[in-house]
């Protein structure tokens, strides 16, 4: 076995720039594999973190019917449901703010001074509303890090005034705190064509606006309670309390975050099978340069069948070639493949996980497709007939 394998090796070396080049296409089909599969994969906990970070973890109540609204009496009705644990208002509005010559699209967000019971609010500086802030309905705000970034270069703004326009009134907003949502990978892909997010208390919203209704309602159905069933009687509830029908909706976000991830998890499996068949092409390589290698060397092999080599000494022989190709470009794709992934999540500020599921897999798929194009090149070297090997000699 050694020999076989010793002489494997000096028949590559000899063809290096073949090997070479053999070698290379299997490297490229590892590393796309790799890359791919991570990508995929950091992709789709980067959603799920920016789903969760947006308060996607629950039921959101919205008021369907053009007389319908949702007010305070409906809040007090979902608070005092039993399979409720938080309730919380939110306005929403699209607008706009330009600051020091920059024009940025927002989404101002009314909550209350305990939505983070709800939406992941982390605070990087300073703090959130007071209770006292909501009940006066003062013009205080929250933005989040990427907006701050974008307007002074610098994360911490706390205590800043910038003008906001609400309810189509721009007034100056005092920023009381810097927030953290969710993964920020959109922001940092995309970041020009989606709206970052300002927060301010509910209470401002709607007297600026001049309203007393909310655009949604956020619950967190208690633990153990299915929550498509804890929507609907939500949903009943509100209609009985104001005599409508089918006039409010609760939908299950939580169910459309895993529908999204279901569809994530679909187009990762179909974009691994696209680098799966980079595997394939580099396997039919391997074959070529290996049938090559075989008319090569038919002179060779029929002097060492002549002095007594067998069959199976042949074919073992060949097939160690081809392994060993797939061995080193299992190696250089998987050093290449985790290169790409650490270095692009860092340009891209997300976390990648190496999972040994993807090198076992790409490594699994390099070494079969080498074993698989090299079997028969191989057998075709050990039916060649010494005399008619000779020949050539």
């Known amino acids: 076995m050694s020999d076989c394998i010793k002489s494997a090796f000096r028949n590559l070396k000899s063809k290096r720039a073949r090997t070479f080049l053999t070698v290379t296409g ?17 992709g789709t906990g980067a959603v799920t ?70 939406i992941s609010i982390q605070v990087l500086y300073g703090r ?29 703004i706390s205590g800043k005034t910038i003008p906001i326009e609400c309810g189509g009134i721009e007034q100056d907003f005092s920023v009381v705190g810097i927030v953290k949502t ?5 922001q940092n892909i995309i970041g020009d064509y989606i709206p970052t997010f300002i927060y301010i208390p509910y209470t401002t ?6 309203t007393d209704s909310f655009s949604q309602i956020a619950v967190k159905v208690r633990a153990g309670i299915d929550t498509d069933k804890a929507g ?13 029908s089918e006039a409010y909706r609760a939908n299950n976000l939580a169910k459309q ?8 998890n679909i187009v990762t499996i179909i974009l691994s099978s696209i680098g799966g068949i980079s595997l394939l092409v580099a396997g039919l390589s ?35 070639e081809a392994v060993l190709i797939s061995a080193m470009g299992c190696l250089l794709g998987i050093a290449a493949g985790f290169a790409i992934s650490y270095f692009g999540a860092l340009y891209y500020k997300i976390s990648v996980s190496f999972r040994p599921a993807i090198i076992l897999l790409s490594a699994g798929l390099a070494l079969m497709s080498g074993i698989i194009f090299g079997v028969y090149p191989a057998y075709k070297a050990s039916k060649l007939k010494p005399v008619d090997a000779l020949r050539r000699y």
């Open 26 to 42: 299997i490297a490229v089909g590892v590393a796309s594999v790799i890359v791919i599969a991570n990508i995929s994969l950091a």
């Open 232 to 244: 609907s009687i939500i949903a009943d509830r509100l209609d009985s309390s104001n005599g409508t």
């Open 286 to 320: 391997i074959m070529t340069v290996m049938l090559v290698s075989v008319n090569e060397r038919t002179s060779e092999i029929g002097v060492k069948k002549a002095l007594g080599a067998t069959r199976g000494m042949i074919m073992l022989e060949f097939l160690a």
């Open 49 to 118: 973190a920016e789903m969760d970070g947006l308060g996607l973890d629950g039921i959101c109540v919205t008021a369907s019917g053009s007389s319908a609204k949702l007010n305070e009496n409906d809040l007090k009705t979902i608070k005092s449901m039993g399979q409720v644990e938080f309730a919380e208002p939110v306005t929403m509005e699209t607008t706009h703010i330009s600051v020091r010559g920059a024009y940025i699209k927002t989404v101002l967000c009314g909550i209350d001074f305990n939505a983070d019971k709800i």
């Open 182 to 186: 969710g993964t920020s990978l959109l």
């Open 205 to 210: 919203a709607q007297s600026l606006a001049g």
């Open 128 to 156: 959130t509303f007071s209770r006292r802030e909501v009940a006066n309905a003062q013009n205080v705000c929250l933005i989040d890090e990427n907006l701050a970034e974008k307007i002074y270069r610098r994360g911490n």
């Open 257 to 264: 975050k895993n529908s999204l991830i279901n569809i994530l």
